[in-house]
């Protein structure tokens, strides 16, 4: 029954080396966001996709990239994860205009850089 | 200023207990207001969702929005072990733009 599902739950990557976080949603919900969420804060976004339009927040590193291959599966890119990138990562999704707004969060993936 | 400011807690209580959780903003432009309840390790799943003004009672949850005063507040009446998890409050504005601004989160944890 899960709805939105990330892959893996946890990772453990070393320094430098390039991770993909992946994504996928059974709900056929147009709009896709990753957030970044480090011990004790707010998810920070990240970036969205409006269907297939990228949205990249302004203080995003350009180490995070994103691709949407299609409305059910995104992805995120670390391209050279540093220390500081440990964190849990959040997927969610959610399908404006329908008067249901909220958006839905897969269950993370814990990211460990060592 | 943060956009969104929400007291970190952590709040313990003990079980019964009324709690109250609350939010300010800066944004008057927000329109959409969520409550978001997220266990150890997990992600964030939806509790309450109110749009403008008003109240909305759930169960044992009622959510409030006082957009005069810019301040949300989330009750749990009858307050249960089950209920010890951080409460993050989110909102957004109307504009079509799908972005939500999350508070730090409140840990609450509630003593049997």
């Known amino acids: 029954d899960a709805m939105v599902i990330q892959n893996p739950r946890y990772q453990v990557t070393q320094f430098g080396k390039p991770v993909t976080l992946s994504c996928s949603q059974t709900?056929?919900?147009?709009?896709m966001y990753w957030y970044q969420q480090k011990s004790s804060q707010a998810p920070k976004l990240l970036f969205h996709?409006?269907?297939?339009?990228?949205?990249n927040e302004a203080d995003t590193p350009d180490n995070f990239q994103s691709r949407r291959p299609n409305t059910s599966f995104c992805f995120l890119d670390i391209r050279s994860p540093g220390l500081g990138d440990a964190a849990m990562y959040l997927c969610?999704?959610?399908?404006?205009?329908?008067?249901?707004?909220?958006?839905?969060f897969g269950q993370g993936t814990r990211l460990t850089v060592v | 200023q943060k956009e969104v400011e929400q007291d970190p807690g952590p709040l313990s209580v003990p079980e019964g207990a009324i709690v109250s959780l609350n939010c300010t903003y800066s944004?008057?432009?927000?329109?959409?207001f969520m409550w978001y309840r997220q266990y150890s390790r997990k992600g964030p799943e939806l509790l309450m969702y109110?749009?403008?003004?008003g109240n909305k009672e759930d169960g044992r949850f009622t959510a409030q929005v006082d957009k005069s005063s810019k301040y949300i507040s989330l009750f749990i009446r009858d307050s249960q072990p089950s209920d010890s998890a951080t409460y993050l409050c989110?909102?957004?504005?109307?504009?079509?733009?799908?972005?939500?601004?999350f508070g730090t989160g409140t840990r609450l944890t509630i003593i049997p």
């Open positions: 989110a909102m957004r504005n109307n504009f079509g733009n799908e972005k939500l601004t």
């Open positions: 109110t749009y403008s003004s």
């Open positions: 996709y409006y269907d297939k339009d990228f949205n």
């Open positions: 969610a999704t959610s399908r404006p205009g329908t008067g249901n707004t909220e958006a839905f």
């Open positions: 944004n008057s432009a927000f329109q959409y």
């Open positions: 709900l056929n919900h147009n709009v």
